[in-house]
């Protein structure tokens, strides 16, 4: 009898242990506490701000450069999260889609806001946050869906959704463009080397274009592409601009024989819009290219996805292309949640570790496609 306690105490003693010994590796420093990450970007000081949601509150976390927090807010009066089960019940909730410094080292957040009951109303908000994460400024501008922003040249910002709105730094409206009313989906903008706007859209018709827009929102230049001869589920999800005012554009087509599934699509288009190369590839999954994460003059990375919507797992696709159209570098792995490029010739990558917690790693390329070091 005594023997049978002593074997069940070890065996409680060892398993706690473990699970102590587990909690530990949670709770070591530098990962991050959350629940989950909406947008992250690398400061100025080479450090990490991350916007999360934390125990229904919204969250932001800043670090240094080697991940260790400096400071954390989840007390914005704006930053409460209400879940309600069942039709009709209220909700509430906040997406930070971007983050960008100004040149006061402040943060200018850009989230979408979802709320309501019966019906759903959409509003987008702006938040200017201090350094240390104390709120400025806030306007909210209503009846938008916000799915991304971005800085234009003369410091204010322009917001993407099914329509485009143009604010100038101090929130003010400037200019507003329905393209949804223009029946055309939206895939991604840029700033252009003058000054002026590309975008990706396509119609319902599935034709592609890219344009060009003045600063003032007015369209300049248009050019259709596409991936197939013959277009069918094309979009642009993203592009650059080239150092001789070309662009690329990485995206999705569809395969016009069995299986019919996804495939992924890169195209070349000098500064007149003429084609230079078109490349499309992909291996029978639902495969796509997404964003592209990182760019240089004479190469770049893109991050895509792979899986049929029911899939349960999905996996991310990385590739690396010289602008030429040739792939250097490829590989598929375990889906990646966020994937920054640091100006340091570095990656960060965050992996989910428990359902509370967060680490983040600083990474090369090589390794996030051959993890084991084969």
């Given at each position: 009898m005594q023997r049978?306690?002593?074997?069940?105490?070890?065996t409680l003693f060892l398993?706690?242990?473990e699970k102590w010994n587990l909690k530990d590796d949670i709770l070591s420093e530098n990962n991050i506490q959350l629940n989950s990450i909406q947008k992250v970007i690398i400061t100025g000081d080479n450090g990490l701000l991350i916007a999360g949601v934390n125990n229904s509150k919204e969250t932001f976390i800043k670090t240094d450069a080697n991940f260790g927090t400096i400071w954390r807010k989840d007390d914005y009066d704006w930053g409460n999260y209400i879940y309600s089960g069942g039709w009709g019940q209220p909700f509430y909730g906040v997406d930070v889609v971007n983050i960008f410094q100004n040149e006061n080292d402040n943060f200018i957040c850009v989230a979408s806001v979802t709320q309501g009951g019966c019906v759903i109303y959409s509003s987008v908000m702006i938040i200017e946050l201090s350094q240390e994460g104390e709120e400025l400024k806030k306007m909210e501008i209503q009846d938008f869906t916000i799915l991304d922003a971005i800085k234009s040249a003369d410091g204010g910002y322009l917001l993407l959704g099914y329509r485009l709105l143009k604010v100038d730094k101090n929130f003010n409206i400037n200019w507003e463009k329905d393209y949804w009313a223009m029946d055309l989906g939206i895939g991604n903008i840029i700033n252009t080397n003058d000054g002026r706007y590309a975008l990706t859209c396509w119609n319902y018709n599935d034709e592609s274009f890219i344009k060009i827009l003045n600063t003032d929102g007015d369209e300049s230049f248009s050019e259709r592409y596409s991936?197939?001869?013959t277009p069918f589920n094309e979009t642009g999800n993203d592009l650059i601009q080239l150092k001789?005012?070309?662009?690329?554009i990485i995206g999705r087509t569809r395969n016009h024989d069995e299986p019919w599934d996804m495939d992924c699509g890169a195209t070349r288009i000098n500064s007149s819009g003429a084609e230079t190369w078109t490349k499309k590839f992909g291996s029978g999954d639902d495969e796509w290219l997404e964003k592209i994460i990182y760019s240089s003059d004479d190469e770049f990375i893109v991050q895509g996805k792979v899986g049929f919507p029911n899939d349960e797992i999905q996996k991310?696709?990385?590739?690396?292309?010289n602008i030429t159209g040739q792939i250097a570098d490829s590989c598929t792995v375990d889906r990646i949640e966020m994937l920054l490029y640091n100006p340091h010739n570095y990656f960060i990558k965050a992996d989910k570790i428990d359902d509370d917690y967060y680490r983040f790693n600083k990474i090369p390329f090589k390794e996030l496609c051959n993890p084991a070091g084969d």
């Open positions: 049978i306690f002593l074997t069940l105490f070890v398993y706690s242990c991936f197939n001869d001789d005012k070309g662009f690329i991310t696709i990385l590739l690396k292309m």
